[in-house]
């Protein structure tokens, strides 16, 4: 399923209008500090968070960055499980990979099965599953199962998990968001953290958090 | 291995445990000597200790009877357990003899190596109740609790007995006025007492009299020395007893408790002589006269009057257990089930020591004479068997080894557990042995060098990183006064994907990659860099151009020596 229809989107974005506090879990969400996001409650603990990149260039690395920065500030521990070992150290200060554990995957097939020993581990505060650039068909063979599997493992604990993948294949996630802009080349002029604040984010999918 | 030194006294010798079993010594008076009435000694007692030694190591022991070879040479039983003697086998058969008379016998060769573990093991416990510890027998350590409170003397004990079970050693225990008293009474704790006894002169910590399965075989051991009874494993429960008035608890034991020869025991029986009360109540002086020296001593054991000083024994300040398997080890399983052995046991001395792991060393034998070593740094001190074993099995989980194991090391580097004020708003690991293992299974998922916190190296090469250990404590962010970087974040293709590029003039204007390509819309560039001129075969130079596709997206277009590649998207 690439996406929903346009009009559940709506639906969906009405409902979360009309009835902020709903998909919450007693308040306790992982800051982003992106507007986009926050407005709508950030990414939810103990839940499963997919965030699907359409267009090239579209952020999700400087979402990413983003999020390092949010769990450096509140002392927080950060995993990123690298599907395509991808990400670039160099473009982020020292004190702020101080918090990162980092897992280089040399194929994305391990990447599932690393980050759900990371969302077992109770000293980390976001566990990032990065598939961005994995081939859909590679993502495609994942079965369900192991996402199900994911989820109770990060149901049992305190973590915030963000996937960020090409397309939707994160049958259990909870929150389902989109990165359909690209940037252009006139942005490597702004600041970055101007860049992540103008991030563009649209909601894809919100299931309600189970009761208790 | 935790290796122990025996201080002797002048002229006294360690070679004979018999002697200090209770041949030697004053009198007691009744299991107290005068002016000392208030010394308790505790025993620690493991029957058929050699046999339990080398089950103990076994993943999945035979049920039934069983025997352990004696060390000697000749083939003959050392030991047997219940079922064996329920089928008629003794030590000192051949094993023949002992087959003609139980077919279904399994017999085991000694294991000096287990041995030595399981006695270090037996010592660790002991050492967890006092500093004075004799070694007093294979399987007998005597430990002196007078300094322990009355009230907390049982629950010691019996925090011991569960220590050694543990570490699969079940063991018995027994508390008196005199080392022989405390001896018997942890024999006997293992086996059957008679009501009376238990009236009268002890009280039995851990089980009730009558809940004892073994209660009938023990009354009719045969004649010298009582066989104490192997536990059965199915009651793991401690067994404890504690001697309050030493005349009433040992007249009803049968006189085979006190270990007579074959030739007294033989005269006594025909005397009518059953039990050690019976003995006891003979004039002292008739025994003398009639059974000699040896009768002497007999006599004076019965009244429990024989007393003796400890000869303790000092623990050496290493951790380390060894192991040369009979039988190569192909699988993980055996290895982790011996580990898990040596693991309780070095946990115990260390908690006796108030010492903790720092370090797992371990050296894995292989049969084509190769050693694998390896060292597993904790990232806390840690005297917790459960920790030590969860480190050792996430290593062993990913291990391969070219060749079968054909024997086991394993020490602790030992530290002083540390205690440090961490910072008011640092943030430590809320569980540190959890993160290692995180790491250690992470690791061993998509390699060693593969996981960590990433360190960008102080050169200008691009993509010079380092993964380093994850730092135990995170101080607080810094206040940032550099400005805020700009532009967007680049997803570094590894390795970078070849390109083929069309110039306009100087200028990318189309290029074609594996992943994207098109048409130029806009460019930005090129930046020149070069390194490591000095050193030609590591001489870099490149030209780095950002370009935007008309379709969109924004990459890094690379141009070296060896062609244009595209080397990331910014993303």
Known sequence: MAGSPPTLSALRELLQQRFPSAPRTGGHAFATGIPALDERGGLPRAALTEVVCTAPSCGSHLLFGQLLQQARQRGGRVGLIDGSDQFEPAEWGADVLEPLVWVRCAAPESAVPAAEILARDANLELVVLDLRRAAPSVLRRIPAAAWYRLQRAVEQSDLAFLALTPLAVVPSAQLRWALPCSHHLGDQQRERSQLAAALTVTLQRQRLAAAG | ?571
Not at chain 2, 244 to 258: Q, V, Y
């Open chain 2, 1 to 571: 291995m935790l290796e122990n030194k025996v201080i002797m006294p002048s002229g006294a010798s360690a070679d004979s445990p018999q002697d200090r079993i209770g041949t030697t010594g004053g009198h007691a008076g009744g299991g107290a000597a005068p002016g000392r009435a208030s010394r308790r000694l505790a025993v620690l007692h493991l029957s058929d200790f050699a046999l339990q030694a080398v089950l103990r190591l076994e993943q999945a022991p035979p049920a039934g009877p069983l025997a352990l070879l004696g060390a000697g040479p000749r083939a003959v039983l050392a030991e047997c357990n219940d079922a064996a003697r329920a089928s008629g086998v003794a030590p000192g058969l051949t094993v023949p003899q002992a087959l003609a008379r139980c077919p279904r016998l399994v017999v085991r060769a000694p294991h000096p190596a287990a041995e030595t573990d399981a006695r270090a093991a037996l010592l660790a416990a002991a050492f967890t109740l006092s500093p004075a510890v004799e070694a007093t027998a294979p399987g007998v350590c005597t430990i002196d609790v007078t300094g322990l409170a009355e009230r907390e003397r049982e629950p010691a004990l019996a925090a011991a007995l569960d220590q050694l079970a543990s570490t699969g050693l079940l063991a018995t225990g027994g508390i008196a006025a005199t080392p022989l008293l405390a001896l018997y009474a942890a024999r006997w704790s293992a086996t059957s007492l008679p009501p009376e006894a238990l009236a009268k002169g002890g009280g039995r910590a851990g089980q009730s009299p009558s809940s004892n399965p073994n209660a009938d075989k023990d009354q009719s051991a045969p004649g010298g020395r009582a066989p104490p009874r192997p536990i059965p494993c199915s009651v793991p429960s401690p067994r404890l007893l504690v001697v309050r008035d030493g005349r009433s608890f040992l007249a009803p034991l049968p006189l085979a408790a006190a270990d007579p020869s074959p030739a007294v025991a033989a005269i006594t029986a025909g005397w009518g002589i059953r039990t050690l009360g019976e003995f006891a109540a003979l004039p002292k002086s008739d025994i003398a006269q009639r059974l000699g020296g040896e009768g002497l001593a007999l006599w004076e054991r019965c009244v429990g009057e024989t007393d003796r000083p400890l000869q303790p024994v000092v623990a050496a300040p290493t951790f380390a257990a060894a192991l040369d398997c009979e039988h190569e080890l192909e699988t993980v399983e055996p290895l982790l089930f011996i580990l898990r052995r040596f693991v309780d046991r070095l946990a115990l001395e260390l908690a006796s020591a108030a010492l903790a792991a720092a370090t797992i060393e371990l050296r894995l034998i292989l049969s084509d004479e190769t050693v694998h070593a390896h060292s597993i740094r904790l990232p806390h001190p840690s005297t917790s068997a459960d920790v030590l074993f969860r480190a050792l099995s996430t290593y062993l989980d990913a291990l391969r080894t070219a060749a079968a194991i054909a024997g086991v090391r394993l020490s602790l580097e030992p530290t002083r557990i540390s205690r440090r004020q961490e910072g008011l708003f640092d943030c430590a690991l809320r569980d540190p042995h959890g993160f290692t293992e995180t790491l250690a299974r992470a690791a061993a998922l998509v390699g060693p060098d593969r996981v960590g916190t990433p360190r960008v190296q102080d050169t200008h090469r691009p993509d010079s990183v380092q993964l380093t250990a994850p730092p135990e404590v995170i101080a607080p962010l810094a206040p940032a006064f550099a400005l805020s970087p700009l532009g967007l974040v680049l997803r570094r293709y590894r390795p970078p994907l070849p390109a083929t590029v069309e110039l306009a003039g100087r200028f990318p204007a189309y290029f074609w990659t594996s992943s994207a390509h098109g048409p130029v819309r806009e460019h930005a560039g090129p930046w020149y860099s070069s390194g490591t001129w000095w050193e030609i075969q590591h001489l870099w130079e490149r030209e780095e151009w950002d370009v935007e596709l008309e379709s969109g997206g924004v990459y890094r277009l690379v141009r070296t020596p060896a062609g244009w590649c595209l080397e990331g998207e910014y993303d």
